[in-house]
């Protein structure tokens, strides 16, 4: 049965996923007391041991605000093993709680700023887009390893740390992943006790208040709960922003060497849509910062998010451990846009044209990753077998905006550059290419991994994954259907050699696909139902050095080929051909950590080349380079104490030109940017940029 998306985002129906998951949560808060109340007189203290016998301990995060509390992380979650970043034959940046705290990060953009080979484009003024190693997302981002891919901004209110995997990855996380992903690691109750709040005024009313509180419960249970309210302006005339987001969490010790985690989010994100500025004679057009182009009150975008998730971990002793992780999530997002087209050859007028999208998504993920070590002599293996189940059903309806007043078929009007803001009435309807579709994609995986120890010299890591990703779209304007079957396997392999125990010199080769569909499952059709899925191969060597305790360096070159492209065959305009599309080349370096007790940095230089390597349409064309990747990016943020009480921060960030797109027309300017702050004691923070 189609479930209905409304033209009115405040009247759309909510989606039964989310009732699936509060049945859920009754039934675990049911059972979970009744699994305390069998074993509670084995319970012990938190992290304790009970006859000898090692008790299972909730799940330790790191407490912000502590002074030790660092920019270097040495191992992270989104390799789904407890392995050294040493050891991992990857280049990966980690963004840790200190590091957002001291550069009062509050979105997915300002992560990224200091992560080499990682940028961030517009996003229509709707969505996080990250562009890894030359290519753009709207899909690549996991929380707590899980699956989170709707086009929406998301927040860092209830994050911990961010992890940014480059190069593909499907070995690990299945279709998608094309130049990297980005993974949000989640505050959660691990029986710390945690008191913060945070008050954020700035200019053009930047207001933002957050809170973060922990607490043990008895030994073995704990809950957290982390908020977030902001009511900011901002410098671009007609912009606003609100949002707010609450996310509690239980911890239950069930058993003497089971955890589990129970949680709930509610995020809503409402503001208005802001394209940005159009271009002129193949440069961003000169005019005040401040110019809002097109009818700010006719350009919401509202996203609501309703996520539940249990995590559930089991230790069998022996390094032996089973994580299995549930979540359902439903999405609402809409967006509404009166956006600038092209200016006209004088550059006195531009043109204006608007439309709307409305998008729902249930999802229901099922995790588990089990992993052991085998002793075989000579050899050591870690093992990690693998196995996800998932469903996620999509709505989506586009409809064009008409400027009625002037006629019931006008879809554009020129406005004065001068004054590019509108406020003629509009009508919103679906015109003869206007998608009104919903899709169900169910897909099952299996994967294995094995990190072989030959010698504590060398090293080697060897992964295969199976997908069998279904995808049944249909068409409600015309009541067709389509449906692919997908079945790729995806390898990896990495070789790592350590001179030294503090230095590795690794390699990797690695695979990810792209099913037809795309990345947010809409794309499916008569003519590309029967096509392979595009395809991301990736070679890899670098260099990793702990430099002490609290530093370390990062080195990689790598090549990324996206091939499986599929265009019209010019000798047969009725079908399609598949082609080697686009190649990123490039070397990253990377440094994290202390230089000193009283100076940490951040910093990193990226060079990349990224280029067409056959015709893909009238508008691309072999040699072009790839959209929104500077040759050139380099960053350095310090933090210096003064003394105890005093530290001040500086932090400098350089982009080259780029494009603005693949038809090379436009160009993007380089730009330098410098940020600053001053830290007292108490946490006060004063930042500048």
């Known amino acids: 049965m189609r479930r209905t998306v409304s033209r009115f985002p405040q009247f759309r129906p909510r989606a039964s996923a989310m009732r699936i998951a509060l049945l859920q949560a009754g039934l675990l808060f049911a059972i979970a007391p009744l699994a305390y109340a069998v074993d509670q007189h084995e319970a012990s203290p938190i992290g304790g041991k009970q006859g000898g016998k090692r008790v299972a301990s909730l799940p330790k995060t790191v407490v912000q605000g502590q002074a030790d509390d660092g920019y270097a992380v040495r191992e992270v979650s989104v390799i789904k093993t407890a392995t050294p970043l040493i050891n991992v034959a990857q280049s990966i940046s980690v963004v840790s709680a200190a590091l957002m705290r001291d550069t009062a990060t509050q979105n997915m953009a300002d992560v990224v700023r200091y992560v080499p080979g990682v940028g961030i484009a517009q996003g229509e003024g709707n969505r996080d887009t990250p562009i890894f190693r030359g290519s753009a997302s709207t899909a690549d981002f996991f929380v707590d390893g899980i699956r989170d891919d709707v086009q929406y901004f998301r927040d860092i209110y209830n994050i911990e740390r961010v992890e940014a995997l480059k190069g593909p990855n499907a070995m690990l996380f299945g279709r998608g992943g094309s130049g990297g992903l980005i993974n949000r690691v989640s505050k959660q109750a691990d029986g710390s006790s945690v008191r913060e709040a945070s008050l954020l005024l700035g200019s053009w009313d930047n207001r933002r208040a957050t809170v973060d509180f922990g607490q043990a419960i008895n030994d073995t249970a704990a809950f957290r709960v982390a908020g977030?309210?902001?009511?900011?302006?901002?410098?671009?005339?007609?912009?606003?922003?609100?949002?707010?987001?609450?996310?509690?969490?239980?911890?239950?010790?069930?058993?003497?060497?089971?955890?589990?985690?129970?949680?709930?989010?509610?995020?809503?994100?409402?503001?208005?849509?802001?394209?940005?500025?159009?271009?002129?004679?193949?440069?961003?057009?000169?005019?005040?910062?401040?110019?809002?182009?097109?009818?700010?009150?006719?350009?919401?975008?509202?996203?609501?998010?309703?996520?539940?998730?249990?995590?559930?971990?089991?230790?069998?002793?022996?390094?032996?451990?089973?994580?299995?992780?549930?979540?359902?999530?439903?999405?609402?997002?809409?967006?509404?846009?009166?956006?600038?087209?092209?200016?006209?050859?004088?550059?006195?007028?531009?043109?204006?044209?608007?439309?709307?999208?409305?998008?729902?998504?249930?999802?229901?993920?099922?995790?588990?990753?089990?992993?052991?070590?085998?002793?075989?002599?000579?050899?050591?293996?870690?093992?990690?077998?693998?196995?996800?189940?998932?469903?996620?059903?999509?709505?989506?309806?586009?409809?064009?905006?008409?400027?009625?007043?002037?006629?019931?078929?006008?879809?554009?009007?020129?406005?004065?550059?001068?004054?590019?803001?509108?406020?003629?009435?509009?009508?919103?309807?679906?015109?003869?290419?206007?998608?009104?579709?919903?899709?169900?994609?169910?897909?099952?995986?299996?994967?294995?991994?094995?990190?072989?120890?030959?010698?504590?010299?060398?090293?080697?890591?060897?992964?295969?994954?199976?997908?069998?990703?279904?995808?049944?779209?249909?068409?409600?304007?015309?009541?067709?259907?389509?449906?692919?079957?997908?079945?790729?396997?995806?390898?990896?392999?990495?070789?790592?050699?350590?001179?030294?125990?503090?230095?590795?010199?690794?390699?990797?080769?690695?695979?990810?696909?792209?099913?037809?569909?795309?990345?947010?499952?809409?794309?499916?059709?008569?003519?590309?139902?029967?096509?392979?899925?595009?395809?991301?191969?990736?070679?890899?060597?670098?260099?990793?050095?702990?430099?002490?305790?609290?530093?370390?360096?990062?080195?990689?070159?790598?090549?990324?080929?996206?091939?499986?492209?599929?265009?019209?065959?010019?000798?047969?305009?009725?079908?399609?051909?598949?082609?080697?599309?686009?190649?990123?080349?490039?070397?990253?370096?990377?440094?994290?950590?202390?230089?000193?007790?009283?100076?940490?940095?951040?910093?990193?230089?990226?060079?990349?080349?990224g280029e067409v390597l056959r015709n893909l349409s009238a508008t691309t064309l072999a040699g072009a380079r790839l959209a929104q990747l500077p040759e050139h990016s380099i960053s350095l943020w310090n933090r210096y104490s003064l003394t105890s009480h005093w530290s001040f921060g500086i932090g400098s960030i350089y982009r080259s030109e780029s494009f603005t797109s693949t038809d090379n027309l436009v160009r993007l300017p380089g730009y330098a940017r410098f940020d600053g702050a001053v830290f007292s004691a108490s946490t006060t923070t004063f930042k500048c940029s």
């Open 228 to 609: 977030l309210v902001e009511n900011s302006a901002s410098y671009r005339d007609g912009f606003s922003l609100e949002r707010w987001g609450l996310n509690p969490t239980l911890a239950l010790n069930v058993s003497d060497l089971t955890t589990v985690v129970v949680g709930y989010e509610h995020f809503h994100d409402e503001r208005i849509a802001d394209r940005g500025v159009p271009s002129y004679l193949g440069r961003p057009l000169q005019t005040d910062p401040s110019t809002f182009f097109g009818n700010p009150a006719q350009s919401p975008t509202n996203t609501t998010v309703d996520a539940f998730q249990v995590t559930l971990t089991h230790e069998f002793g022996d390094g032996v451990a089973l994580h299995n992780q549930t979540r359902v999530a439903d999405y609402d997002k809409f967006y509404q846009n009166v956006f600038p087209g092209p200016v006209n050859s004088a550059g006195t007028m531009v043109r204006l044209t608007g439309y709307s999208n409305a998008t729902q998504r249930s999802n229901l993920i099922n995790q588990t990753n089990l992993n052991f070590r085998i002793d075989g002599g000579s050899l050591q293996h870690d093992l990690l077998v693998g196995a996800e189940i998932g469903r996620q059903e999509t709505d989506n309806l586009r409809q064009t905006g008409y400027f009625s007043s002037i006629s019931s078929s006008t879809t554009s009007i020129e406005v004065p550059v001068s004054a590019p803001i509108t406020t003629l009435p509009m009508t919103w309807a679906q015109s003869a290419t206007d998608a009104d579709n919903s899709s169900t994609a169910e897909f099952a995986s299996l994967y294995v991994q094995d990190q072989i120890e030959f010698t504590p010299q060398l090293l080697a890591v060897l992964g295969l994954r199976y997908d069998h990703l279904q995808i049944d779209v249909r068409n409600h304007r015309n009541g067709s259907e389509f449906s692919a079957t997908d079945t790729p396997l995806s390898p990896r392999a990495g070789l790592i050699y350590k001179p030294l125990e503090t230095v590795s010199i690794y390699a990797n080769y690695s695979l990810a696909y792209q099913p037809r569909a795309g990345e947010q499952l809409s794309s499916l059709s008569l003519s590309n139902q029967a096509l392979d899925p595009e395809q991301f191969e990736s070679f890899e060597v670098g260099a990793k050095w702990d430099v002490n305790g609290f530093l370390s360096a990062t080195a990689a070159l790598y090549r990324l080929d996206r091939s499986n492209v599929a265009i019209t065959d010019p000798a047969d305009p009725t079908r399609s051909i598949l082609i080697d599309g686009q190649r990123t080349e490039g070397f990253e370096l990377g440094v994290t950590g202390e230089l000193t007790d009283a100076w940490q940095i951040v910093g990193g230089y990226a060079h990349q080349d």
